[in-house]
């Protein structure tokens, strides 16, 4: 038995030099493992296609630098000193399954090919390279982002430009073959007007100079390039027509999220009829011929066509922190204006110039009224027994939904949903999610974040029962999840919705690691407590709030591979060490399962009993993949040296186990830095590994979503999102 003198019942003087004598030995035991550590890394380069290269040595070299320091709240040491270089670490409480980000940390990094990570002499430089690598990654990626679109773009702006520029003469083209003027010969005092006779109709294209003929290619070209995008811009919202196609093969070559189309497209359309209509004013001003914005029918229609094109994009873009969502959404009702004008904006008589948008943006129009009623009459029901719970920050509703909705959408999706007793005239979009309990039972949560989301949320002071009326179910981009082997869904607060459909869907055909950053307590406590989270991935929770949480339900995960890290996370370090661990099966999530830690903790069992030293016993938890300080081994060796004198062996070996899994900690941390992680990811086959890897993202924070792109750029990684600005 090891036995060891009692600390506290020693007196004052001998407790002092004691203290001291251990401070000094301690203070040389740090200078050693600092050289030694400096040693190993000169001597040493990483390098995770080197077959000679000892992977273990290499694990054992890092977690020494992690177990050096107590992990347990209980054994910290005050007095103890910590290695210069190494990250200020707070007390972690091992068995909450909880952990803290380091503060301000220091990387000591090995050399990889001559280049130190930190702090080298070409470190700026490097990052100047590393930067201008991103941003030319950056333009590529957006370059080919809907290149068909921007094809489509291409070759109607090289049609119209060969009609508009080329000597070609009537019926295609309008220039003079000797001037290369656009005037009426017939009728000077018409073309004086600005007016020139085409094919029966009198059109305000008059080009009486070169300046003028510039501004008139201008203006026709953006025209051209803009009609791509709106028709695009009405497809996006054709729901019922996107659902189905969805379902078809068609569905295929079709764009995964339309409202990011919507936006690009919208983006253009202000932009190209901003420059066709300043175009045209610029030519008619210099001809003295304003009163033609308002004396022509292309002039109206075009004053319509600006003026209802600025008021529903200036509001969704510019303005969208200021004005309301109900409001900028009822701005965006004034397509009607801008489509009906657009109709009659070109006479059909200007073909081939033109002369075709009353009858392909007519067809549009109709064709979003038949859809929209589509939507209203089949694919709209009345639930009369929606439960909503009611949380501190938010709402749960739950609505057992038709066999019709089953079918749409049987995993996730997005519905929207009108209250009728808050307001009948409003419908708000949510992510669903199934109930775990009744897969027939669909979910949604309100967050109290904006004016109609805060009513109802006061209205609902308590659980109760109220009818409600569901309009979908939609395609949402996270239905992109299918075609990943291995999965990564990142979310911000109530973005946890849908990754809660995905995990559900393909927990038991695919790998899905969840990172999730959320500040709100009580909605971290209700998902954990009712929700389902997959355990053949990482599940990492980084708690950002103020509050603490409750320890009852910290205690309800322990020995599980779900991590509560409290601090934000450093995706462009979690996400290459996510795939690094599983990839290379040095940080393989499912090591941290239930029923492996019960067999490492028997396993350590059997070598507690063997053991003279509280080293070889973490150094053999290391082996096994687990992290256990060396003060938790030797209280374990105690435990278990007095536990085998008693009489019942079976319940004191029983207990033994137990001590040793609740301070058996986790041996792989993705959120912490990982040598030559970034490097692995970067050398994985482009074709073969880095295809089955897909990154999905739903939620409202732009820098987590900015640095999600810069990764899907710099390893070639998919990224799907699901956003929340409308």
């Not at 040493?44 to 709240?73: H, I, L, S, W």
């Not at 972690?92 to 990387?107: E, N």
């Not at 080919?144 to 060969?162: C, D, E, H, M, N």
């Not at 201008?218 to 025209?223: C, E, Q, T, V, Y």
Request: hydrophobic share 40%.
């Amino acid at each position: 038995m090891n036995n060891r003198p009692d600390e506290a019942s020693a007196s004052g003087p001998k407790k002092k030099k004691k203290k001291k004598r251990q401070s000094r030995q301690e203070t040389q035991a740090t200078n050693q493992f600092s050289s030694e550590q400096n040693d190993r890394a000169q001597r040493v380069t990483f390098d995770p296609y080197n077959d000679d290269f000892d992977m273990g040595a290499r694990k054992t070299e890092e977690q020494q630098k992690t177990n050096y320091f107590p992990t347990t709240a209980s054994d910290q040491d005050p007095d103890q000193e910590q290695p210069s270089g190494y990250p200020e670490m707070i007390p972690i409480k091992r068995h909450y399954t909880t952990y803290k980000m380091p503060l301000a940390p220091t990387r000591r990094v090995q050399p990889v090919n001559g280049n130190s990570r930190g702090g080298n002499k070409n470190s700026k430089s490097s990052a100047c390279c590393n930067s201008l690598t991103y941003r030319m990654h950056s333009f590529k990626a957006g370059l080919f982002r809907f290149k068909w679109l921007k094809l489509t773009q291409l070759v109607l702006a090289t049609y119209i430009g060969i009609l508009t520029f080329v000597d070609m003469g009537p019926p295609g083209g309008l220039r003079d073959t000797e001037t290369g003027l656009i005037v009426d010969k017939a009728s000077p005092e018409r073309t004086a007007k600005g007016l020139i006779l085409v094919n029966g109709t009198e059109r305000a294209i008059v080009a009486a100079s070169l300046t003028q003929v510039a501004f008139i290619g201008i203006a026709r070209l953006s025209a051209w390039l803009m009609y791509p995008s709106l028709v695009m811009v009405f497809f996006s919202k054709f729901r019922a027509t996107v659902a189905f196609l969805s379902t078809t093969p068609i569905g295929m070559y079709m764009h995964s999220d339309s409202h990011e189309v919507h936006v690009y497209c919208g983006w253009s359309i202000l932009i190209l009829a901003s420059i066709h209509s300043l175009a045209h004013l610029a030519r008619w001003a210099e001809q003295g011929n304003l009163s033609l914005l308002f004396y022509h029918f292309s002039g109206l229609t075009g004053f319509f066509i600006i003026s209802s094109c600025l008021l529903i994009c200036i509001p969704m873009t510019l303005l969208r922190e200021r004005i309301k969502y109900e409001v900028r959404k009822a701005f965006h009702y004034l397509f009607i204006v801008f489509a009906l004008a657009l109709c009659f904006h070109t006479p059909t008589s200007a073909i081939p110039n033109g002369g075709f948008t009353f009858w392909v943006f007519g067809t549009l129009l109709a064709w979003y009224f038949l859809d929209f009623m589509f939507c209203q009459f089949f694919m709209t029901e009345k639930i009369e027994t929606t439960k909503f719970s009611v949380l501190p920050s938010g709402v749960r509703v739950t609505m057992d939904v038709s066999e019709r909705f089953q079918k749409m959408g049987p995993h996730g999706g997005i519905c929207y949903i009108c209250l009728p007793w808050v307001s009948k005239n409003q419908w708000h979009a949510f992510s669903l999610f199934e109930n775990p309990e009744n897969p027939a039972e669909r979910q949604v949560f309100i967050q109290k974040t904006g004016d109609w989301t805060t009513k109802v949320h006061q209205i609902l002071q308590r659980d109760t029962v109220r009818p409600a009326w569901i309009h979908g179910p939609f395609p949402s981009p996270y239905d992109n999840a299918i075609d990943y082997d291995n999965q990564i869904l990142v979310a911000s607060g109530i973005g946890i919705t849908p990754a809660l459909s995905v995990i559900r869907a393909h927990k038991n055909s695919r790998r899905i690691n969840l990172i999730w950053a959320v500040r709100d307590p009580y909605l971290l406590e209700f998902f954990l407590r009712h929700l389902y989270l997959d355990h053949q991935g990482w599940n990492l929770i980084f708690y950002t709030g103020k509050e603490k949480l409750e320890s009852g339900l910290i205690e309800s995960i322990a020995n599980t591979n779900i991590c509560i890290v409290e601090g934000r996370p450093k995706l462009d370090q979690v996400i290459p060490n996510i795939i690094f661990g599983i990839e290379s099966g040095n940080g393989l999530p499912e090591w941290y399962n239930e029923n492996t830690r019960a067999v490492a903790s028997e396993m350590l069992i059997d070598k507690l009993q063997h053991a003279d030293r509280p080293e070889d016993v973490s150094f053999y938890a290391q082996e096994l993949g687990f992290n256990l300080s060396e003060d938790a081994a030797d209280r374990s060796m105690r435990f278990s040296h007095q536990s085998s004198e008693r009489r019942d062996v079976d319940s004191s070996r029983r207990s033994a186990s137990e001590y040793v899994m609740q301070n058996l900690g986790i041996g792989f941390r993705p959120w912490e830095y990982h040598p030559g992680a970034e490097r692995y990811v970067q050398n994985l086959d482009q074709k073969m590994v880095i295809p089955t890897w897909g990154m999905l993202y739903c939620g409202g924070a732009k820098p987590v979503l900015n640095d999600l792109k810069r990764i899907s750029d710099e390893y070639h990684i998919g990224l799907h999102v699901e956003s929340f600005a409308w």
